[in-house]
C-alpha cells in the first residue's frame, strides 16, 4: 500500500507541474511608449501576443509610404500605361488575411491565362482592406494582399516583371459597416495595364 500511495503521489505532482507550464501569458497592449522607439513589434520580446494600441506606425518600417486615393493612378493611367478596370474579377479575402482562397483560385487561373494569350498586357494589383483597423495596418495589409496575388500569378508562369502591386489599404472602404457586410472590400483588385 505504501508503493502504491507514493505512485500516486508522484503523478498527482507532475499532473499539477505540467499544468502549470501549459499557461499562456495574455495579449499586451502596446503603444510607441512600450513598442520601442519607432513603434516596432521587434521590442516588445519573443512569443507574445500583442494588441497594437493604433498609436504607433505598425507595419511600415520603412517599407511603405502613405498613399493619397490617387498615388501613381492619374487620368486612367498608371507608371506610363493605360489602365483597363472590368476585364478581369477581383479576388477576395477573408477577415485579417492575405491568403488566397481555394474558391478564388479559380479567377487567378483566368487571369494568368489572359496575361499568357495578351502578350503585350500587364497587370496591377491592387490590395483593398475594409474599414476595421488603423489606416497604417491597413495598408500593410493592403500590400501582403497584392504580394500574396503576384506571387500566386508567379506559381501560374507570370513572370513578377509583368505584375504591379499597390496598396490601398482602407482609403476606399465603407466605413460603419459589420464585418459581413464590408466584406467586398476585402479584396484584391486586377487591372489591366496596357502600353
Not at 134 to 158: H, K, P, V, W
Not at 180 to 186: A, N
Request: hydrophobic share 30%.
Amino acid at each position: 500500500m505504501n508503493k502504491t500511495a507514493r505512485i500516486f503521489f508522484t503523478l498527482l505532482l507532475a499532473v499539477f507541474l505540467l499544468s502549470g507550464c501549459t499557461r499562456k501569458q495574455a495579449p499586451t497592449q502596446i503603444s510607441n511608449a512600450t513598442g520601442g522607439s519607432n513603434g516596432s513589434l521587434s521590442d516588445t520580446g519573443f512569443g507574445r501576443d500583442i494588441i497594437p494600441d493604433g498609436s504607433g506606425d505598425w507595419g511600415l518600417d520603412g517599407d511603405l509610404e502613405p498613399r493619397g486615393p490617387n498615388d501613381g493612378i492619374e487620368n486612367g493611367m498608371y507608371k506610363g500605361f493605360t489602365m483597363v478596370e472590368g476585364v478581369l474579377p477581383s479576388i477576395y479575402f477573408g477577415f485579417d488575411s492575405s491568403s488566397v482562397g481555394a474558391s478564388e483560385r479559380s479567377k487567378l487561373q483566368q487571369a494568368a491565362n489572359y496575361l499568357e494569350q495578351n502578350s503585350g498586357y500587364h497587370l496591377l494589383v491592387e490590395g483593398h482592406c475594409d474599414w476595421y483597423g488603423t489606416s497604417e495596418y491597413n495598408l500593410a495589409l493592403g500590400d501582403r494582399r497584392a504580394n500574396s496575388i503576384a506571387d500566386y500569378l508567379g506559381t501560374l508562369g507570370i513572370t513578377p516583371l509583368r505584375v504591379e502591386k499597390l496598396s490601398k489599404g482602407s482609403l476606399e472602404a465603407t466605413s460603419g459597416l459589420s464585418k459581413s457586410q464590408s466584406s467586398q472590400d476585402r479584396r484584391a483588385d486586377l487591372i489591366l495595364l496596357k502600353k
